[in-house]
């Protein structure tokens, strides 16, 4: 299911990016993990991404195997 809000609301962001000549970052978070400092966090979102049936527990520690 595509998501077209949120393709709406990132389009928006990039084009605004492109006037100020600045660039945005988008950081995805889920609890206390992001998608910059968590490697869990990072795996689910490349699997949700490549169309898997993932879920996410936002309680799971980084430290936790």
């Excluded at 299911?1 to 660039?23: C, P, V």
């Excluded at 968590?38 to 980084?62: P, R």
Aim: glycine content about 6%; aromatic content about 10%; cysteine-free.
């Amino acid at each position: 299911m595509e998501h077209k809000g949120i393709n709406a609301l990132l389009s928006q962001f990039y084009t605004m990016s492109m006037l100020w000549r600045d660039s945005i970052d988008v950081v995805l978070t889920n609890g206390q993990h992001t998608s910059l400092g968590s490697e869990l966090y990072q795996q689910y979102l490349d699997d949700k991404v490549s169309g898997k049936q993932v879920t996410f527990d936002a309680n799971q520690d980084e430290d936790q195997d």
